[in-house]
């Protein structure tokens, strides 16, 4: 197997826009109040937690965005509607479905669900039609 070269300008830009949109997704504007009154937090670490989060956040955003990199190349996705379907898939089989046995298990609202899986249906939506382009 050969190593594939990447779009390293891509993937950071991907990265970024990812977390750009939570930033947006769990703000006030749009979805934070939703999110914030659907988990416990402990005033005192919010702080400390927000950093931490920021970071590993980013990390993971360059994770998943290496990796959509890829399967765009690999499954050889060009247009619209082949990105929006490869976007969909993705989200449904490795966020929906796993999401979804969890929250039932550690009975998680609803509302928190859809705010959480949502965020993660728009950003991949975004970072393949981002990538997309950039490749």
């Known amino acids: 197997m050969t190593m594939l070269h990447f779009n390293h300008t891509a ?79 993705l989200w449904a089989g490795f966020i929906f479905a796993p999401f979804s046995a969890q929250y039932i298990y550690e009975n998680r609202p609803v509302k928190l669900f859809a705010v959480n899986t949502g965020y993660w249906l728009v950003a991949i939506l975004a970072s393949c039609l981002l990538l997309i382009h950039m490749v």
């Open 11 to 89: 993937v950071l830009a991907s990265a970024l826009l990812q977390w750009l949109i939570a930033l947006l997704w769990y703000s006030p504007i749009f979805f934070g109040g939703v999110w914030k009154s659907a988990i416990d937090l402990p005033a005192e670490s919010r702080m400390t937690r927000m950093i931490r989060s920021i970071i590993v956040a980013l990390i993971g955003n360059l994770l998943v965005s290496f990796v959509l990199l890829h399967v765009i190349v690999w499954a050889d996705v060009e247009g619209l509607r082949r990105t929006v379907l490869l976007s969909f898939g």
